[in-house]
T-cell receptor, first 112, second 115 residues
């Protein structure tokens, strides 16, 4: 199994940056690091993904350690709408299919 | 991107009955997935359904309990058979439009309660 470890919960203040850590020490060379988030009563939503280099998009940045055994999702300015469960996932090719295997995720609370 | 709709959005069913959940995508996709999210838990992959082939089930899930159909590239159904209260969960459809390790898109889910 492609396992990741995340803190159960984190808290942030509105308009401050948030750094969500993830450990994935058993990552293999072909695993992509994906982040999804799930807002209350909704299906998960893609946030960002990367392989080796740091990545930026309109939602967030992904910082990947040089040895790829850990990564950090960065929300540059948290808003109340960012309160969600954030999942760090290794997307792995198994047979001919890529699979997302969800862990427990980090519950992010954003304080006004 | 892909927009996914699911029917029904929620249902309350009696034990021993079956429910079929529909998943409709607004574009053609090769790979579709069905997940279950039990109350307060994370998502668990039930099966992968590629058009033109039998669904591939994850450990702990069997075809007799969760039969899946995939008649074309925009539609799939998941049936939860002979339901018990332990089947009370949110069932989510997901698609991966692109080849490779691109993002997956998720439907809004079907909230099932079994009495």
């Amino acid at each position: 199994d492609a396992k990741t470890t995340q803190p159960n919960s984190m808290e942030s203040n509105e308009e401050e940056p948030v750094h969500l850590p993830c450990n994935h020490s058993t990552i293999s060379g072909t695993d992509y690091i994906h982040w999804y988030r799930q807002l209350p009563s909704q299906g998960p939503e893609y946030v960002i993904h990367g392989l080796t280099s740091n990545v930026n998009n309109r939602m967030a940045s992904l910082a990947i350690a040089e040895d790829r055994k850990s990564s950090t999702l960065i929300l540059h300015r948290a808003t109340l709408r960012d309160a969600a469960v954030y999942y760090c996932i290794l997307r792995r090719l198994e047979g001919s299919n890529y699979k997302l295997t969800f862990g427990k995720g980090t519950l992010l609370t954003v304080n006004p | 991107s892909a927009v996914i709709s699911q029917k029904p959005s929620r249902d309350i069913c009696q034990r021993g009955t079956s429910l079929t959940i529909q998943c409709q995508v607004d574009s053609q996709v090769t790979m579709m997935f069905w997940y279950r999210q039990q109350p307060g838990q994370s998502l668990t992959l039930i099966a992968t359904a590629n058009q033109g082939s039998e669904a591939t089930y994850e450990s702990g899930f069997v075809i007799d309990k969760f039969p899946i159909s995939r008649p074309n590239l925009t539609f799939s159904t998941l049936t939860v058979s002979n339901m018990s209260p332990e089947d009370s969960s949110i069932y989510l459809c997901s698609v991966a439009p692109g080849q490779g390790a691109n993002e997956q898109f998720f439907g809004p889910g079907t909230r099932l309660t079994v009495l």
